[in-house]
């Protein structure tokens, strides 16, 4: 075993405990409850979507930018939280972006216009993008490094759960009572989160003399740097969320949008490289072990949005489901999830990180290659079995990831390092959805022009398997020219079943090709001495 550099344990000492007097696992629950609230409200939004646009009298596509400005003004905060936590202090801005995520949600339930609900969700989407980065650097501050892993498996029950029961809930709130519900229950959730964090919580002693000083010299805000993030970042979250729908780069609008996000990330990059003191701290990225931890949480975070997104989406448009049917398929991996987050936090203080991430990648691989078997006669069982399979890989990739993201991280880096790990979740999240949507409708184009094929009328395959159709409907009453047209009808709705089906098979190789690359990336994370870790 090698030796530990400087600051991998996270320099943590008893006075530089979040957690006070209290139990430190009351602490990780307490501040886990906002952060479930937030990503559940996330995609609850997305099953509402169709409600919200007819109570708003919108189209759908307009709709959809609720979703969109939720997004990019949670991007933004997120990439700059970890500084902003080190100034404000991390107990006040978590409180303060519980505040105003829970004030936002009672606005958006009583908006009464488009344009109202969109400036809503941007205030919204501010409040969120600080609450992740906040509570895993209290998680960090609360628990010694050997017990890090059982305190983030509480972390990731809500990060990995709230997506499954997200679109439950929101089926069932949107067909049973109104869209405004779906924002409104987030209320009670927030002023109780307020309410046991203000009570429970302790501002580290160590962090506070860390924000005092750094007060105390002069607090100079790099400006240039939150420019250049917060419309580098903004601009690709647009650029990734609406690209599919605007045609790519045959938009203007999408192509000018990629360009500034090229332009402001590259000149941010240059820009924190020499500054100093950045609002962002670029250089972690290049540490081998954080570096790693960043490219695999891209990967994870793109495995579970995008599966998140796209298994539903298959079930409503394919195989009839409703939104609360398709919901209920992931809620089983749910419970799965649930039961595997202890175990993962009980091994990652026996079992090296990247050993167990390698696990979670196959496993999540393996479960999206079980979804290219996909038929027009798939039973619920089988839909909710793959999600299932998923459900025992996603924590031996989540919390290992996290884990080993903190490893050789000094102290007074935590916020940055913890920003950093949630943007690569985010836009993860972000990327995997692009990439399964665009994927999904080039396959569709390309299956349809192969299997148009082999329908032309001199086809002999095609005449007689009209000619049988057609002899069925007449068997069931139709005259013989109804009969024509209806067989004709029957074997365009065919090919165009087979055609989506053999397109969200392509989908999920895609994302089992993802899980493969994670494996080989796991391998470049270094040991980490768990002996070294349990003495400190």
């Not at 969320?241 to 500034?260: C, K, P, T, V, Y």
Request: net charge neutral; charged share 10%.
């Amino acid at each position: 075993m090698t030796e530990l550099p400087q600051g991998a344990s996270g320099g943590w000492s008893p006075e530089r405990s979040a957690a006070g007097g209290h139990n430190p696992y009351l602490i990780a629950f307490v501040v886990s409850i906002a952060t479930f609230m937030e990503v559940l409200d996330t995609t609850i939004a997305n099953v509402a979507l169709r409600y919200i646009a007819g109570g708003l009298a919108v189209s759908l596509d307009e709709s959809t930018y609720i979703i969109t400005t939720y997004l990019v003004a949670n991007a933004i905060v997120l990439s700059i939280s970890g500084w902003l936590s080190t100034v404000i202090g991390r107990k006040r801005f978590y409180m303060i972006c519980v505040a105003t995520f829970t004030l936002a949600s009672l606005l958006c339930g009583f908006a009464w216009s488009l344009q109202a609900l969109v400036l809503f969700r941007i205030l919204q989407g501010l409040g969120g993008g600080g609450m992740a980065t906040s509570e895993q650097a209290i998680l960090a501050d609360s628990f010694p490094p050997e017990k890090r892993g059982q305190a983030f498996a509480i972390y990731g029950v809500a990060v990995v759960v709230a997506p499954v029961i997200g679109p439950t809930l929101g089926g069932w709130i949107s067909d049973n009572y109104s869209w405004h519900w779906v924002f409104l229950i987030n209320v009670p959730m927030g002023m109780i989160s307020l309410l046991l964090v203000g009570t429970l919580v302790n501002e580290p002693s160590g962090a506070e003399q860390e924000r005092t000083e750094l007060l105390r010299n002069g607090l100079r805000v790099d400006y240039i740097g939150f420019v250049l993030v917060a419309i580098g970042l903004g601009s690709l979250k647009y650029v990734l969320d609406e690209g599919q729908r605007n045609d790519w780069f045959g938009s203007n609008m999408i192509l000018s949008f990629a360009l500034l996000s090229a332009f402001c990330l590259v000149s941010f990059v240059v820009w924190e490289l020499m500054h100093d003191d950045p609002i962002v701290d670029i250089r972690l990225l290049g540490r081998r072990q954080f570096g790693c931890c960043f490219l695999l949480m891209l990967g994870t975070g793109a495995i579970i949005i995008a599966t998140t997104q796209i298994l539903p989406q298959f079930l409503q448009t394919e195989m009839g489901y409703t939104a609360m049917l398709a919901g209920l398929a992931l809620s089983p991996a749910g419970l799965v999830t649930m039961a595997m987050m202890p175990i993962t936090g009980q091994l990652i203080g026996r079992v090296q990180p990247k050993y167990l991430i390698m696990a979670g990648a196959a496993i999540a691989a393996l479960s999206m290659w079980h979804l290219t078997g996909l038929t027009a006669g798939i039973s619920y069982g089988y839909a909710a079995l793959a999600r299932i399979y998923l459900a025992f890989g996603l924590p031996l990739l989540f919390l290992p990831v996290t884990t080993a993201s903190y490893d050789g991280v000094p102290q007074e880096k935590t916020n940055q390092a913890s920003a950093l790990i949630n943007v690569a979740r985010n836009i993860g999240g972000s990327m995997g959805v692009a990439m399964a949507q665009t994927l999904l409708a080039q396959r569709q184009q390309f299956h349809q022009t192969r299997l148009v094929e082999h329908i032309a009328p001199s086809s002999i395959g095609y005449q007689q398997t009209v000619d049988a159709t057609k002899r069925f409907f007449e068997a069931q009453g139709s005259n013989a020219s109804e009969a024509a047209s209806q067989a004709i009808a029957r074997v365009g709705q065919t090919l165009q079943q087979q055609v989506n089906l053999l397109a969200y098979m392509d989908v999920f190789w895609a994302l089992a090709m993802t899980g493969v690359v994670m494996i080989p990336l796991a391998l470049a994370l270094r040991r980490v001495d768990l002996g070294t870790a349990r003495a400190h």
